[in-house]
C-alpha cells in the first residue's frame, strides 16, 4: 500500500478521533466510580465517645454523593459542598445521635455518634413552672 499525502491526512484525522473518543471513555468510566462508591458522611465535631459539659452543642460534618440527610430522623439541610451544622440538645447521661444519608439511587448509609452529656438540666424546672401558674391564679383572684 502506497502512503500519500490523503492517505496520511485520513490516518492522522482517524487516530485524533480514537484518541479523543478513548479520552471521553475514560473520563466517564472515572466519573462513574464516583456514583458505584454510594453515599459518605464525615463528622468534623464532635467526636465519637466525647463528653459534652453543656446542654446544647454543634454537630458539624460533611457528605458526599447525598441527596437526603435525615438528623435522628428528621430532614438537615446541607449546602452545596455537602457540609451540615445543626444544634442538638444533650441530655445528661448517654446521647446517641443517628445520621442517615441517602443517594440519588436509593442506597443509603447511616453513622452513629455516642456522647456523654456530663450537666444535669435544673431539677425545678417544672415545679417553678407550676409556682408561677399558682401564684398568677392568687393574683387574679385577689384582684377581683
Given amino acids: 500500500m502506497e502512503i500519500n499525502r490523503t492517505t496520511s491526512l485520513r490516518l492522522i484525522k482517524i487516530s485524533i478521533a ?8 475514560i473520563y466517564a468510566i472515572s466519573r462513574s466510580f464516583q456514583y458505584t462508591r454510594g453515599p459518605s458522611i464525615t463528622i468534623f465535631q464532635p467526636s465519637d465517645w466525647t463528653t459534652i459539659g453543656a446542654s446544647i452543642t454543634d454537630i458539624e460534618g460533611r457528605v458526599d454523593r447525598v441527596n437526603v440527610l435525615k438528623l435522628n430522623g428528621q430532614a438537615i439541610s446541607m449546602d452545596e459542598q455537602g457540609h451540615f451544622k445543626e444544634t442538638i440538645t444533650i441530655f445528661p447521661g448517654s446521647n446517641i ?4 444519608a441517602e443517594d440519588q439511587f436509593g442506597r443509603s448509609i447511616e453513622t452513629l455518634l455516642h456522647i456523654n452529656g456530663s450537666v444535669d438540666f435544673p431539677a425545678n424546672i417544672s415545679t417553678s413552672t407550676q409556682k408561677s401558674k399558682e401564684t398568677n391564679s392568687a393574683e387574679i383572684q385577689s384582684h377581683s
Avoid: A, R
Avoid at 480514537?18 to 471513555?25: F, V
Fill in 18 to 25: 480514537c484518541l479523543i473518543g478513548i479520552i471521553i471513555l
Fill in 97 to 100: 445521635i443517628t445520621l442517615h
